[in-house]
């Protein structure tokens, strides 16, 4: 049984727009933003797993007839999905038995990465964790990346609806954050609060154990990864079993890149593919970890 809530789905045009809708379909597709160019996907398929993720961001405004007609104007990218802007986690085969994803938010991909496909799975771990708690958006994008919204505040809340582990956060104004803390601490999680500077890393109470089913995740470790390496990850993931989840957080860059992508939310595919391609990444600037096996400077996995 899922774990999510189902995502909010956009409501239907009705009225005048929804006939001006229906004769353009009846158009050229060239004509159109129903044009091949459009919809094409390049074999990306909607991921079934992550479908009801209720970190999915919202979807923006449609498009209206007028944006049919004048693409340049619209309010989506041109990454289309069944004549819809395609949104949400997209998956594709890669190279070396790995998978591609892809998370698309109104018509325009804003992040990638591959690894090995697992079935591990957590109320507390999304494909969305990485990229909204740092609104995270590719390079080539530029100016035309949607607004992800405050990734602090984003963070914070995450967090607080026990959907991230922990995370680190530090909003303005002082009493928000004050407020907000209080909110936390009041609800039961964990939170380590500099006033300083104003800024918290906040976790959910209680053991890595307690929260994850470690050995079953070390387990799929091991079928995806080499012999050595899965076993150097098993004997992490075991050795954290008793690490409180916000002491983890606050030492995430200390530990094992498996424990540090664990206690961060992010999925078991982009740390196993950040391993796999250790020797691979060696050869080029540092590259964000979020990418997993993914090689933005050679545009391929190794």
């Excluded at 085969?93 to 698309?104: G, Q």
Aim: net charge negative.
């Amino acid at each position: 049984m899922s774990t999510y809530l189902p995502a909010a789905q956009p409501a239907e045009a009705t009225g005048p727009d929804a006939k001006v809708t229906a004769l353009l379909d009846l158009l050229p597709a060239r004509l159109t933003r129903r044009g091949p160019a459009w919809r094409d996907l390049g074999g990306w398929i909607l991921d079934p797993a992550h479908v009801d993720d209720p970190r999915t961001p919202a979807r923006g405004n449609p498009d209206t007839w007028w944006t049919r007609l004048s693409p340049w104007w619209s309010n989506s990218g041109p990454w289309q999905d069944n004549g819809e802007p395609a949104h949400g986690i997209y998956h594709r085969p890669a190279a070396s038995s790995l998978t591609d994803w892809a998370a698309a938010v109104d018509g325009w991909m804003i992040w990638r990465w591959s690894g090995p496909r697992m079935h591990w799975r957590s109320p507390l771990v999304s494909p969305w964790n990485p990229i909204l708690a740092q609104s995270l958006t590719l390079d080539e994008l530029g100016g035309r990346a949607p607004d992800l919204g405050d990734w602090e505040r984003w963070t914070a809340d995450a967090v607080a609806a026990g959907q991230k582990p922990a995370g680190y956060f530090g909003i303005r104004p002082r009493r928000e954050m004050r407020d907000r803390v209080d909110a936390a601490r009041a609800a039961g999680l964990a939170v380590n609060f500099h006033p300083r500077g104003c800024w918290a890393f906040a976790a959910q109470p209680g053991t890595l154990g307690h929260h994850f089913d470690l050995a079953a995740l070390a387990a799929e470790y091991r079928q995806a990864l080499p012999s050595a390496l899965g076993d150097e990850v098993a004997v992490a993931l075991t050795a954290a079993a008793d690490l409180d989840v916000l002491t983890a957080a606050e030492q995430h860059e200390e530990q094992h890149e498996a424990v540090c992508g664990l206690v961060l939310g992010y999925p078991p595919e982009v740390t196993a593919g950040l391993l796999l391609s250790a020797g691979h990444r060696a050869g080029h600037r540092p590259e964000a970890a979020e990418y997993g096996a993914w090689c933005p400077t050679c545009r391929r996995c190794p």
